[in-house]
C-alpha cells in the first residue's frame, strides 16, 4: 500500500515529521500556504500536476490520497475527475499516525474528517471489551442488586439521586428519571425529604419510576416508615442502614431481596466516627450482623468533603476493601455539591480515586447548576477508569475522555506574522442605529432549541424563529429580510453564537454580556 498525503506549506515540515516512520507514506506540499484554504478545483490541480511529472495516473503510484487540514468542501468530486479516491485527513496533524495504525479498521470520507472515525473506532473497541466484562458471571465479592452486577470485576456504577422527591409532580419526576437514564445513569435514587414522612407515597412514586425504566431504583431516607415501607415494595437498594437502625430493619431484610447500604454510624446515639481506622471498625461491625443473616450489604464509609475529614474518609475506603470484599458505595456528590469548581475534572479525579480504593458505586444528584451534568461525567469516568484498570493503563487514550473545555493537542497555526500590510487597531462604533426590527434570543432548554422572538420598531411581536445551531437561525433570519443593516447581522450572529454555546455546556445565556464573564476571564 501507498499513501500520498496532501498538505499546505506552514503544515507541510510537521506532517513529514510525523509520518517519517511510514515507508509507505509521502507528503506532497500544495501550492498554497495553508491547507484549509484547499478547495477541490485546487486539489484535482495538484493531482494533474504531479500526474505530469510522474508521467503516469496518480492511481497507478498511490491507493489513495489523503489532504490535512480543516477543509470543508466534499472532496468526492476528486476521484470522480481523477480516477485516484480522495479523503479528509485527522484535523490536527500529530493524530495522523493514530489513523495509519488503525487504517484497517476505519472507513475513510470525502465529508468528514478521520478524527470522529478514529474515535468511533476506539469506543467500539471499549465498549467491546467493557461488553466481555459484563458478561462474566458474579464471583466472590460480587453482589446483584436488582439485576444489575455490583462488584470489583465491573465497571463503578453510576447512583443518580433525585432530590426531594415527594415534593415533585408526578410529571416533574418522570422528566427527572428520564433526564437521568439519558445522561448513563445505571440505578435511580429517590431522595426522601428530611424530618418527613412520606411513606404513604412511596407506592406511586415507585410506580412512576417501574413504568419508565426497569434499571434498580433505591431510595434515600433514614426515616424507619420510609425504609420498611421500601422493603416490602420491593426496592432494590435502601439508603441508609446504620447502628442505630439495624434490628429493627432485620426482620424486613431477611425477608426480602433489597440490598441495605450500611453506614460506619449510629446517629440514634449520636455516633459518628470521625478516624480511619475508627469508621471501618465500627462498619464492620455493623455490617457483621446482616451478613450472619445472609443479607447482601454495600458499605458506605461516608465520603466526606474537601477540607472536612476527606482523605481521612478515603483512607478508610482503602483500609475497608483490603480487609473485605464487600461493594463499597462512593458519595462523589458529597465533594462535588461542596466544592466551587466546575464538576467536568472533580467527578473525573473523584472517579479515579473512587477506582484506587475500591468503589463499586458512583453516587450523585444534579443538585447545583455547577454540577449540571454529573452523571454523564461520571459514567464516562467509570469507563476510563475501569479500561484502564484491566488494561493495567493510565486513564489516558482508553477510548473515552472527560476533555469537554479544553484540548488535548493544542496545534495552533498563525500567519499574520507573515503579512506586511497596515494594522488596524479596533474600537467599537460610539453611536448605535437601530434596525427596522429587534430580536429578543432564549434557550428552550426543555426541548433544546434557541429561540428568537423578533419585533417591529414599535416593539411588537412579529414572529419566533427557533433552531439548534446558530446558522440555521441567522441564514432564516437573512431569509426572511428581518436584518437590513450590517452592524445588526454582526451583533446577531455574535449573540446567536454564544447562545448555542450555552446550550451545549449548560451555560447560563443572558443577551448582550459576556458568556464568561467572571474575574478568571478578565486578564
Known amino acids: ?143 446483584k442488586i436488582g439485576s444489575l452486577k455490583v462488584g470489583d470485576n465491573y465497571p463503578m456504577r453510576v447512583l443518580g439521586e433525585i432530590v426531594h422527591v415527594p415534593w415533585l409532580k408526578d410529571k416533574e419526576l418522570e422528566k427527572r428519571i428520564i433526564y437521568y437514564i439519558e445522561s448513563g445513569a445505571d440505578m435511580i435514587d429517590l431522595g426522601m425529604v428530611s424530618n418527613e414522612d412520606h411513606s404513604q407515597d412511596l407506592r406511586r412514586i415507585l410506580k412512576i419510576v417501574r413504568d419508565i425504566t426497569d434499571k434498580p431504583v433505591s431510595i434515600d431516607t433514614m426515616n424507619i416508615k420510609e425504609l420498611i415501607q421500601g422493603i416490602k415494595l420491593d426496592v432494590d437498594m435502601i439508603l441508609s442502614v446504620d447502628g442505630g437502625n439495624l434490628e429493627e430493619l432485620l426482620p424486613y431484610l431477611k425477608d426480602g431481596n433489597t440490598v441495605p447500604v450500611v453506614l460506619p454510624t449510629n446517629y ?12 471501618v471498625e465500627m462498619l464492620e461491625r455493623n455490617i457483621s450482623r446482616l451478613i450472619e443473616e445472609g443479607i447482601k450489604v454495600v458499605g458506605d464509609l461516608i465520603l466526606e468533603p474537601i477540607n ?71 459514567k464516562i469516568a467509570s469507563k476510563m477508569m475501569f479500561l484502564a484498570k484491566i488494561r493495567n493503563s493510565i486513564p489516558k487514550d482508553v477510548g473515552f475522555h472527560l ?48 429561540v428568537v422572538i423578533v419585533f417591529d420598531r414599535r416593539k411588537k411581536p412579529i414572529c419566533i424563529v427557533k433552531g439548534r445551531r446558530a446558522k440555521e437561525i441567522y441564514d432564516t433570519l437573512i431569509r426572511e429580510n428581518f436584518i437590513g443593516m450590517m452592524d445588526h447581522a454582526a451583533y446577531i450572529g455574535r449573540e446567536l453564537q454564544k447562545a448555542e454555546i450555552a446550550l451545549r455546556i449548560g451555560k447560563k445565556y443572558v443577551q448582550d454580556f459576556e458568556l464568561f464573564y467572571n474575574e478568571f476571564w478578565e486578564s
Not at 268 to 279: C, D, F, H, S
Not at 413 to 418: G, L, V
Open 268 to 279: 440514634k446515639l449520636n455516633i459518628v466516627p470521625k478516624g480511619a481506622m475508627e469508621r
Open 308 to 378: 472536612n475529614n476527606f482523605v481521612e474518609s478515603v483512607i478508610a475506603y482503602k483500609i475497608f476493601k483490603e480487609r473485605n470484599k464487600i461493594p463499597t458505595f462512593f458519595g462523589v456528590g458529597n465533594v462535588s455539591e461542596l466544592f466551587d469548581a466546575d464538576s467536568n475534572g472533580v467527578n473525573a479525579l473523584l472517579t479515579a480515586i473512587g477506582s484506587e480504593v475500591g468503589a463499586n458505586i458512583l453516587f450523585t444528584p444534579e443538585a447545583s447548576s455547577k454540577c449540571r451534568f454529573s452523571i454523564r461525567e461520571l
Open 403 to 450: 476533555i469537554n473545555y479544553k484540548d488535548k493537542k493544542f496545534d495552533e497555526i498563525t500567519t499574520y506574522k507573515n503579512y506586511d500590510v497596515p494594522v488596524i487597531f479596533a474600537e467599537e462604533n460610539s453611536k448605535v442605529v437601530l434596525d427596522r426590527v429587534s430580536f429578543k434570543i432564549e434557550l428552550d432548554r426543555e426541548n433544546k432549541y434557541i
Open 1 to 143: 500500500m501507498r499513501i500520498l498525503i496532501i498538505t499546505g506549506k506552514q503544515a507541510y515540515q510537521r506532517v513529514k515529521e510525523t509520518v517519517k516512520k511510514y515507508n509507505y507514506v509521502d507528503v506532497h506540499m500544495a501550492d498554497i500556504s495553508i491547507a484549509a484554504f484547499l478547495t477541490p478545483r485546487m486539489i484535482i490541480r495538484e493531482i494533474r500536476s504531479l500526474e505530469k511529472r510522474f508521467n503516469k495516473p496518480l492511481s497507478e503510484i498511490y491507493d489513495f490520497v489523503l489532504v490535512t487540514g480543516l477543509i470543508r468542501h466534499d472532496l468526492k468530486v476528486v476521484e470522480e475527475e481523477t480516477g485516484i479516491r480522495c479523503y479528509k485527513s485527522t484535523r490536527e496533524a500529530s493524530d495522523i499516525p493514530l489513523l495509519l495504525d488503525n487504517l484497517e479498521s476505519i472507513e475513510l470520507s470525502t465529508k468528514d474528517y478521520a478524527d470522529a472515525q478514529i474515535l468511533k473506532y476506539l469506543r467500539e473497541e471499549a465498549e467491546n471489551l467493557i461488553r466481555e466484562y459484563e458478561e462474566k458471571p458474579l464471583s466472590s465479592g460480587d453482589i
